[in-house]
């Protein structure tokens, strides 16, 4: 091998490392970081009314509505997603339709169409995790079937695993398990139930 394939091929080896420590280095950033940087800038809480309420009626965490909006849009009420789902909490219309029929949300006063608006998506988003949570038992199965669906994480509970960590098979829903629980840990640091900060 020639000298500059051989300066190439350690370059390269030296990416991980780099990629490790770079990621060390924000994660210590973060840890040290004051509550209030880090709750403006990662961890922020809009539309806070619209949240407690309809979390308060649907009996829902509000704590977890905000990590699932910061997973979900990153707080922008005009996200869609490439599959249909819109705003804050990326709902799909047929889900918001399916939840006014099932008596979750009152579709006269909440558009299931009208999911841009941020109060109408936090919503049907709270009324979303009131159902998942109505049909399963814990809340990580409520955040795997808020990815992946109800059915299929039904499906993935009856094959005998002890819990939905060890179940899930599809890569994406795994990850965002993951990075919703971090989001959900930061936010019941930074804020109390009522979204007020600590």
């Known amino acids: 091998m020639d000298d500059r394939k051989l300066r190439f091929w350690r370059w ?4 991980p490392l780099m990629t490790v420590a770079i990621v060390g280095i ?5 840890a040290v970081a004051p509550g209030a940087l880090l709750r403006k800038a990662l961890f922020p809480v809009n539309y806070r009314d619209a949240i407690i ?8 965490d509000p704590l977890l509505v905000c990590s699932v909006i910061t997973c979900e849009s990153g707080w922008n009420p005009d996200a869609e997603s490439g599959v249909g789902a819109v705003g804050l909490m990326q709902v799909m219309p047929s889900t918001a339709e399916t939840l006014a029929g099932l008596g979750y949300v ?9 999911l841009s608006d941020p109060a109408t998506c936090i ?3 709270c009324a979303c995790l009131d159902y998942l949570d109505d049909n399963l038992e814990t809340t990580d199965q409520v955040i795997a079937a808020y990815n992946a669906g109800l059915g299929t994480v039904q499906e993935w509970m009856d094959g005998g695993l ?6 899930i098979t599809y890569p994406e829903t ?16 930074l804020y109390d139930q009522d979204l007020n900060p600590r």
């Open 162 to 167: 002890p819990d939905i960590s060890s179940a």
């Open 26 to 30: 924000l994660s210590f950033l973060v």
């Open 12 to 15: 390269f080896r030296a990416l």
């Open 123 to 125: 919503e049907y988003g």
């Open 53 to 60: 309420d309809a979390s308060s009626r649907h009996g829902v």
């Open 174 to 189: 795994r990850i965002y398990l993951v990075r919703v629980n971090e989001v959900y840990a930061a936010y019941q640091r």
């Open 106 to 114: 009152d579709a006269s006063y909440y558009d299931p169409y009208g």
